[in-house]
């Protein structure tokens, strides 16, 4: 016959055994952050549930009872193994993962289709993504490196370069043929617009430097880049689109260029890591790898140095 399993009361039990190990509510408080009232609140809880007194508590103090003692000495090292085995779990997660910062955009129509030769190399190396778009900031945060558009100065942090942002209008040929031919900059006002939330003057932009009044035009606003060029690829409209993340998109023929005039926006894609904090192995493979893409030269090792040790490199093809 099963056994019937106890619903335990874990919390409860945590603040027991930090209470048990220091004999005080007040250093078991300390300890756990939070209030004296508190731990003698969860205890209480505890004694319900067991039914029996585990403390007992005078006028200014608490004191262990005899099964007090005995449950302590029990569960205090329980929870000294749980402790230690969840370490190891994040120390050896964060041995083999790199964590980046990067935009959606970027990370689908640039990152993610390049990523599987950097995973071929180091298959040992998993790169977890963070997708917030928010100012950088390497402090208080577990970020390893970043991706990030601007002018490559960020606080405590080192950048390389990857490419310049240039933009231009692109569609879908379905849409162009619906809106007729549009050759001249001056013809997109006209069309449906297709503007995204983080890069608002987008539009706004390019028609300056085109010398195009869009004031009065038909547009449509989505949260994200990702969504407008998403929005684009299936014919709503125009959109103002990062050629050189669009670069695979627009040789496939899912989208097209009409006016075919790339616009520098004075601002580059960059790949940053801290500098108060010393740089590890994997995240020196990543950057070396990103700058590879881009045929920048390495910032760590030197072109042909031999995979990270410890990590499993796949093996040479054999060619006949």
Request: with cysteine.
């Amino acid at each position: 016959m099963e056994t019937r399993r106890l619903n335990l009361p874990l919390n409860p039990l945590r603040a027991f055994a930090v209470a048990s190990r220091h004999k005080t509510f007040t250093a078991a408080a300390r300890e756990l952050g939070v209030s004296q009232v508190a731990i003698s609140r969860q205890i209480a809880i505890l004694e319900n549930f067991l039914n029996v007194n585990l403390f007992e508590r005078g006028t200014r103090s608490a004191k262990l009872t005899e099964i007090g003692r005995a449950f302590g000495g029990e569960i205090v090292g329980l929870f000294d193994d749980i402790e230690e085995a969840t370490q190891r779990i994040i120390n050896q997660e964060t041995q083999s993962t790199v964590n980046l910062r990067v935009y959606p955009t970027f990370a689908h129509y640039w990152l993610m289709p390049r990523l599987a030769d950097f995973t071929a190399r180091y298959p040992d190396i998993r790169v977890r993504f963070d997708t917030r778009v928010e100012p950088l900031d390497f402090r208080g945060t577990h970020l390893d490196v970043a991706i990030q558009l601007g002018n490559g100065t960020w606080r405590e942090a080192k950048s390389r370069k990857l490419f310049d942002e240039e933009v231009d209008v692109v569609c879908s040929t379905a849409y162009l043929e619906r809106a007729g031919p549009v050759s001249r900059p001056e013809e997109v006002t006209g069309c449906e617009l297709l503007h995204a939330r983080y890069r608002r003057r987008a539009w706004d932009n390019w028609a300056e430097a085109r010398g195009v009044d869009i004031s009065h035009h038909n547009r449509t606003e989505f949260d994200t880049s990702l969504l407008t060029f998403s929005a684009a690829e299936q014919g709503f409209g125009m959109a103002i689109g990062q050629l050189g993340l669009l670069e695979d998109t627009i040789r496939a023929g899912r989208l097209v260029r009409p006016l075919n005039h790339a616009v520098p926006t004075g601002s580059s894609f960059y790949v940053a890591w801290p500098t108060a904090i010393s740089v590890n192995v994997k995240t020196k493979r990543f950057i070396d790898w990103l700058l590879e893409q881009v045929g920048e030269a390495p910032e760590f090792f030197k072109a042909g140095d031999a995979a990270m040790p410890g990590l499993r490199t796949p093996r040479a093809k054999r060619t006949a």
